[in-house]
């Protein structure tokens, strides 16, 4: 990483923890603030910058210092979250379902809309459709992130077996679009959604080549179960009215395609049960 951008990053890191944004390194959480913790499907300076003005509404409503907290790596935020670090979380659905089943999170709210992935080339590739991503190298969000599921998936109903894929993980959605950019990828895998709020330099001159399938729910709102139930109500019902009733809230919205706010129900959430033993192997495996 070049010095200069490096700076720039500590800057805007620095701004967000004075104004109630932190980055989080394990610290225990304090009972005088609300703790939000954000899964990491972006880099921290877009993540807090979206999802800053539902931050302001709270901290306004409930009078209560609230702030943000993500992990460098979906694994850590994983583990953070069984280990009761947030009060509350913002996380990906397939997670939102082992956090209720092993943990004993309760989901609170979810965009009205599904969530799928898009395999994007460089608008010079060769490559026109799924099939030539055969031998490829093909560059991946997180290895636990869904849409990496999803686009195994995927590609394998296409006919591509396991010896013939060659995924490259990155830490985030941003980061492995941006290696088809530096030409270190064929092609790239991310959520659209992800995609869609992604800087206009990041995406320039990419094209679109498949998609994954659907699954309900991009992302859940859910309450650690150590919280007052009354309290996760209104914290429940104040995300409502923010996101259905403000201008900032139906901006997001708006920006990431979610259409409405709903709370999740019990057959959308069954969808991922096939997915937990593998991602309980993969959260508790040990680094080499």
Known sequence: MKPNKYIKIIAFLTVFCFSSLCFAHGEERKPSM?????????????????????RVYLEIKLKQKVIFQTAPDYKTFVQRTHKGQYNYIITACHFSRLNQKDSGFHPLLAPKAKLYGIFVVKEGSPIKGLADLKGKTIATPDPLAVITFGG???????????EDLSMKSFPSHNSAIMSVQRNQSDAGLCS???????????????????????????????????EDPQKAQEIGNLLVDFFGNTEQGRRIVEKTSYK??????????????????????LINEKAD
């Open 34 to 54: 609300i703790t939000i913790g954000i899964f990491p499907y972006l880099n921290p300076e877009t993540l807090f910058k979206l999802w800053d003005p539902m």
């Open 192 to 226: 659209v959604r992800a995609f869609n709020v992604m800087r206009q330099n990041t995406k320039v001159r990419l094209r679109i080549v498949g998609e994954t399938e659907r699954i309900p729910y991009p992302i859940v709102f859910m309450a650690n179960p150590a």
């Open 260 to 281: 409405e706010m709903i709370i999740p129900v019990e057959s959308d959430l069954v969808y991922f049960d096939p997915m937990l033993p593998k991602l309980r192997r």
């Open 152 to 162: 195994v998936e995927t590609l394998k109903k296409r006919g591509i077996p396991d």
